[in-house]
């Protein structure tokens, strides 16, 4: 089955949440900000001009990533989730793709994301996709997070 990227819609809003958390609780626990944003995500990603994308393979949804605009052209590229049955395909990078060139198309000045050290294949899709490793410019809003990349293009 051919894998497709679409826009965020209202009815996806329950998906959006639930690939975040399933990863989540996973690794980690879903921390005070990943609720806000799950929560809402109209508000907190949406309309303050950011994106949120979501693979779509048949008819069920099993991926997403979002762009959040942080303001003054710049984004966060964060919630990047594929559910566990749909790992392995190339999804991750279908998203993350997708992502950069919404951000090139939006006129975007910095990207970055916030990760952690022990998840090593999502490391190696962001170097291998333009990210690099530079020093965080302020404290981070997630206790996970020990790794800090900006896109710097491929």
């Not at 806000?36 to 309309?47: E, G, T, Y």
């Not at 919630?79 to 198309?105: D, I, N």
Request: aromatic fraction near 10%; include cysteine.
């Amino acid at each position: 089955m051919d894998v497709e990227i679409i826009d965020f819609a209202p009815e996806h809003a329950a998906r959006f949440r639930t690939l975040n958390v399933e990863w989540l609780e996973k690794y980690y626990r879903v921390e005070p900000i990943d609720e806000l944003v799950l929560s809402n995500p109209i508000d907190k990603v949406i309309r303050p001009g950011g994106d949120i994308l979501f693979a779509r393979l048949g008819d069920k949804i099993v991926g997403t990533a979002a762009l959040k605009h942080a303001g003054d052209g710049v984004y966060e590229l964060t919630k990047m989730a594929v559910t566990e049955s749909a790992q392995g395909l190339g999804l991750g990078r279908k998203l993350l793709e997708a992502c950069v060139e919404r951000f090139h198309e939006r006129g975007g000045k910095r990207l970055f994301l916030e990760s952690q050290r022990r998840l090593g294949a999502a490391l190696k899709l962001y170097e291998t996709s333009g990210f690099e490793h530079v020093e965080r410019p302020v404290p981070s809003q997630y206790e996970r997070a020990d790794v800090y990349m900006e896109y710097r293009g491929p």
